[in-house]
């Protein structure tokens, strides 16, 4: 488990203005990575660091001399269009990266006009997906989430009895994950109504979103080694946002007896920010499990995660419909939930992976699963918002959804924030819904 250092220093300020207004993401306490380039422009993709409403094109900054011949190493893999070798390089080499950039960006600091030319403004830039994700598994760990929709199809027993032992998942599809800003179409797929003899082949009705956490791995296993619980978040690299869209009656109709398949693999929507385990230090909250409930086996439990396995990190799903948008209106919010109220942590999550022996690579990808509070205003997909389609909820200009419709937007959005700390935020993961092909 990482300690707070002199990056945390909540009184820090930059000399990049921007950085210090409250209400940013990116204060100096965050540094979260990238991966841009400029609009308009063919240069290559390569990575940077947000800082209030700029980005440090860490590149350039290195060749501009603003960082010690020591670092060399590092900052070259930096240079390439995903952070995959970076991630690899383990939390010294992370940390060591970090510490620097603080200094270079804090009022008073050296070389600040060497390092202000390399900056770039944030609303000029396109961003790509910032790893190459080679294995995305996507888990299921709000028991909120998991008791709700249990209800809906098993009233008397909502939660299957392994629910409370494991961390369930399931593995995913990584090569329709894109970067926020993207459209997509509405997916087709086999429906069955309860009443009909035949499926037929048709666009999905019930398009849903699901507000998750993105889990980047960050140095990797060796196949055939287990990663132990105390050692699980030096292989984790950062958190960013994801949302994992899924087509509820593509995936009622299909997902007896191996799970979910084309009602989820058309399309998962990330923020293009990673933010460090180092910058969540601040952020973290004992992780607990009630009396009356089962508790870990060995392997899934210890002190440290009680004392601080969970993370406090607000999230926030946002609608925009397309009347909304044709009147100039901003989008609305419909449900704030938080990723400490997760039923297993994300180091349970990545022990558990391990423990048969499977190996992690460097860029892979963990969904949280949906994010869902205990309160109708703080679930994290439509399916429990409307009980299933039942009851639609209603939206301030008059429009009412019990799934999404085509021109809809969907933006999550995640920030940290406490009495001793400052807020930092997660940038957003936005996408919209164009008709079916």
């Known amino acids: ?13 930059s000399w990049v203005a921007s950085a210090n207004d409250r209400k940013t993401d990116f204060p100096i306490q965050n540094l979260p990575y990238s991966i841009f380039r400029r609009k308009g422009q063919s240069e ?3 990575a940077g660091v947000a800082i209030g409403d700029q980005i440090v094109d860490l590149k350039a900054a290195h060749k501009a001399g603003v960082f010690p011949v020591g670092l060399t190493p590092t900052l070259k893999t930096l240079y390439k269009p995903r952070l995959n070798k970076f991630m690899s390089l383990g939390k010294d080499a992370w940390s060591e990266l970090r510490l620097h950039l603080s200094r270079a960006l804090r009022e008073g600091a050296d070389k600040i006009t060497q390092l202000e030319a390399c900056l770039v403004s944030q609303s000029q830039v396109d961003y790509k997906v910032p790893a190459r994700i080679g294995d995305y598994t996507d888990f299921y760990t709000s028991i909120h989430h998991a008791t709700n929709v249990g209800k809906l199809f098993r009233p008397d027993n909502p939660l299957l009895p392994n629910y409370q032992w494991v961390p369930i998942g399931y593995h995913g599809r990584s090569s329709s994950i894109r970067v926020s800003g993207h459209e997509f179409h509405r997916p ?13 082949l048709a666009p999905c009705k019930r398009l849903d979103y699901e507000l998750e956490v993105g889990i980047y791995i960050g140095k990797g296993n060796e196949l055939g080694s287990a990663i132990a619980l105390d050692n699980a978040e030096d292989h984790v690299f ?4 994801l949302n994992d869209w899924s087509a509820r009656d593509i995936q009622a109709w299909e997902y ?36 009356s409930h089962p508790q870990p086996l060995p392997y899934l439990d210890s002190h440290d995660l009680r004392n601080s396995g ?22 609305e919010r419909v449900a704030l939930s938080n990723f400490n109220q997760s039923y297993w942590s994300i180091s349970q999550m990545v022990t558990h992976h391990t423990v048969n022996g499977c190996n992690l690579k460097a860029g892979d990808l963990f969904g949280s699963g949906t994010m869902s509070g205990p309160n109708a205003d703080s679930v994290g997909a439509l399916l ?9 909820i209603m939206l301030g200009h008059g429009e009412k959804r019990t799934f999404l419709e085509d021109g809809d937007t969907v933006t999550l959005k995640g920030y940290c924030n406490n009495d001793n700390a400052p807020r ?5 993961a936005s996408a919209r819904v164009l008709p079916a092909v």
């Not at 488990?1 to 300020?13: A, D, G, S, W, Y």
């Open 238 to 241: 950062g958190l960013g946002l």
């Open 424 to 428: 930092i935020g997660f940038g957003e």
């Open 384 to 392: 429990e918002a409307t009980a299933g389609g039942r009851e639609p």
């Open 1 to 13: 488990m990482l300690n707070l250092n002199e990056t945390h220093n909540p009184k820090l300020t």
């Open 310 to 331: 969970a993370v406090d990190m607000h999230l926030e799903i946002h609608i925009q419909t397309a009347a909304m948008r044709a009147e100039g209106m901003p989008s």
């Open 188 to 200: 087709c797929g086999q429906l069955k109504a309860p009443d009909a003899d035949t499926p037929i």
């Open 44 to 46: 290559a993709f390569r």
């Open 256 to 291: 007896q007896p191996l799970g979910p398949f084309l009602s989820k693999s058309f399309a998962s929507t990330v923020s293009p920010w990673i933010v460090t385990m180092e910058a969540l230090t601040p952020y973290r909250d004992n992780w607990s499990r009630q009396e």
